[in-house]
């Protein structure tokens, strides 16, 4: 009987180690799941700064093309051509 007990005390203990490990994995898990967050909208955020700032370096390019620059224009045509042909696309599905 004393072996019984002798294991029987073993598995409990075994079981309070098991609980613990598990309740620590949860908080540190909670801990990373926050982190995670917190990373995710600061990634967006400068996804969307560098987005606003790709549309301001056009803006840029474009208003140095119309001020008479010569190393836009090539590149404000192609834009130009673009908006064009979107335009068109649209006006096409419109009359469909």
């Given at each position: 009987?004393?072996?019984?007990?002798?294991i029987?005390?073993?598995?409990?203990?075994?079981?309070?180690q098991?609980?613990?490990?598990?309740?620590?994995?949860?908080?540190?898990?909670?801990?990373?799941?926050?982190?995670?967050?917190?990373?995710?909208q600061?990634?967006?955020?400068?996804?969307?700064?560098?987005?606003?700032?790709?549309?301001?370096?056009?803006?840029?390019?474009?208003?140095?093309?119309?001020?008479?620059?010569?190393?836009?224009?090539?590149?404000?045509?192609?834009?130009i051509?673009?908006?064009?042909?979107?335009?068109?696309?649209?006006?096409?599905?419109l009359?469909?």
């Amino acid at each position: 009987m004393g072996s019984q007990q002798n294991i029987i005390a073993s598995l409990e203990a075994n079981i309070e180690q098991l609980l613990e490990r598990y309740e620590f994995l949860q908080k540190e898990n909670q801990i990373l799941s926050n982190s995670n967050f917190v990373l995710q909208q600061t990634n967006k955020g400068l996804e969307d700064e560098i987005s606003f700032y790709k549309e301001q370096l056009q803006v840029l390019k474009i208003a140095k093309t119309i001020g008479g620059s010569e190393g836009y224009k090539k590149d404000t045509k192609a834009k130009i051509d673009f908006l064009v042909a979107e335009i068109d696309q649209c006006i096409k599905e419109l009359n469909t």
